[in-house]
């Protein structure tokens, strides 16, 4: 355990996550999944990584939990947070904490034994992280990047990949050839200003149609430009983002997931109420077959097979 007295102090103007969200009006199917969530430390007893781009607050297994059951989601998919490089303690911990309610997905370097491997997998772990986001990390070798899809392909794991639209031209057949299953962070970033049937967002759409690609529908937070926010009882938040969420669950409805993103790292604008971010599911997904793949039968496909009708 750490020092209380060494902790590092939040990067200045870190927006903390959002304190008593609202209760959804939509109701969420019985065994919905949040497929895209952090763990932050705490940091006194889980220790931010040297190299990390941002101190975040405090944000532990027990208040995701919390949120959880208060948003009415069954199950968790948490992904290792940047700030705490290839040290997958607190994720892992969650994980474990969860009694099965919770997988995980990890950051490995290319190093990385087969006992270590073995080890995450016991442990819930289905999958690593690769962040091509260059704000956040320094460099995403493609050697080292392949290297580690090797090593976890025999465990059935998949690769969680964060990139932004305006770079898939220059990485798509990289992630093409690699040998796993790809899920795709929050709709591949697409640039909202841009027609969601031009040709940026219309070449992510063949991507992933040509591919073994899953896609997150998720942090409208993060890619809005005209809003509305998700704040003070906004019930149908980031309109302009729900052509392209709409278009991905159209085309791919066996191919969809949805996350939260608590705690948001790295929001800047505004820190959303998780509960309206709920109330924008139905305005993507807006069929019950639709929102049940969503929410329910895809995530358990992927992350809880033995477990799924």
């Known amino acids: 355990m750490t020092d209380r007295t060494l ?3 939040k990067t200045p103007g870190w927006l903390d996550w959002y304190q008593n969200p609202s209760r959804p009006t939509f109701r969420l199917p019985p065994g919905t999944v949040d497929a895209h969530c952090h763990v932050f430390g705490p940091q006194a007893d889980f220790a931010f990584a040297p190299e990390r781009r941002y101190t975040p607050c405090d944000a532990g297994k027990e208040e995701l939990f919390a ?3 208060h948003l009415g989601v069954a199950r968790n998919v948490i992904v290792q947070a940047t700030c705490h ?3 997958n303690s607190a994720m892992v911990d969650a994980v474990r904490a969860s009694e099965g309610r919770a997988r995980g997905i990890a950051t490995v370097r290319p190093d990385v034994g ?3 491997l073995r080890e995450l997998d016991a442990a819930g772990v289905r999958g690593v992280r690769f962040n091509f986001v260059r704000r956040l990390v320094d460099a995403s070798p493609q050697d080292d990047l392949r290297l580690i899809a090797e090593k976890i392909a025999p465990l059935g794991w998949h690769i969680v990949l964060y990139f932004e639209s305006a770079d898939l031209p220059d990485l798509e057949d990289f992630f093409a050839s690699l040998p796993t299953a790809l899920v795709v962070d929050h709709m591949g970033r697409p640039d909202v200003t841009r027609p969601v049937d031009g ?3 219309s070449r992510f759409l063949r991507f992933v149609e040509n591919n073994d690609v ?6 409208p937070e993060r890619l809005s430009v005209t809003g509305p926010a998700a704040l003070d009882g906004e019930r149908r938040p980031y309109t302009d983002v729900v052509p392209f969420g709409r278009r991905i669950v159209d085309e791919f409805p066996d191919r969809v997931l949805w996350g939260t993103d608590w705690p948001h790292p790295n929001l800047t604008d505004h820190m959303p109420d998780d509960g309206l971010l709920v109330d ?3 305005q ?3 069929t019950t077959e639709q929102q049940r793949k969503l929410l329910v039968d895809n995530p358990m496909h992927l992350y809880w097979p033995g477990e799924a009708d």
């Open 284 to 286: 993507v997904a807006v």
């Open 214 to 219: 899953w896609v997150k529908v998720t942090c």
């Open 280 to 282: 924008y599911v139905p």
């Open 7 to 9: 902790l590092a102090p």
């Open 85 to 87: 490089g290839a040290d």
């Open 199 to 201: 040709p940026e967002f």
């Open 67 to 69: 949120l959880r059951d």
């Open 114 to 116: 087969e006992s270590e």
